[in-house]
């Protein structure tokens, strides 16, 4: 089983349209930054056959130290949450083939 | 941000490819996590985050409306966690103490 990482999408990039590998890395690099941008502003985004990624605003509560069981404050945060569309469970539960998966 | 406004967002970014591009760019990037992530395997991208799959067990469900119980049967699902480059980025909005306050407590022990 294997990991796809940074190098293995720049590839994709470069299958779909040919672009260097220089360039399709620095494209990967424009996408992600672009996606973390919008969401460090607090921003949705809702990619369609993939999933949504939002941000939530969680609030102040108590947490506790597990080892000593002191209380400790857990001050507000905000935490990002992903929410896999239909298409993408479905192909994650079932095991779809390789570019049978179009989005 | 819809998956559109990113394709505009990212043409804008490089006039020199076309929005054809871009829009097989972006439908390449995506579906090639979906095809990884189909096969069981991880999707890792420092600094902005990981998918994994993760197996859910059958176990006894109850239809909320008639309190019925139904079988659940196994699946797959699909997970994502935030990497940390990313998780401070969305926090840095929030006071410099706060976040640093907050994430202090989860130094060990990451809930996976």
Redesign the interface.
Known sequence: ??????A??AE??Y???GLSRNESAA??E???D???T???E??????????T?S?RQKGRRI?R??KTGDE?????????I?R?SQ???E?????????A??? | MTRSELITALAADHPHLTLADVERIVSALFDEMTASLARGDRVELRGFGAFSVKRRQARAGRNPRTGETVDVTEKTVPFFRAGRELREMINAGMAVAEVAASEAPKRKGIKR
């Open positions: 089983m294997g990991t796809l990482t940074r293995g999408l994709s990039i299958a779909a349209v494209l990967l424009s996408v992600l672009r996606m973390k919008a969401l460090a607090g921003d949705s985004i809702k990619i369609s056959g993939f999933g990624f941000v947490g130290n597990p400790v404050p857990i001050l507000p945060r905000r935490v990002l992903f896999a298409i993408l469970r192909a994650v539960d079932h095991g779809v083939p390789d570019g998966v179009r989005s």
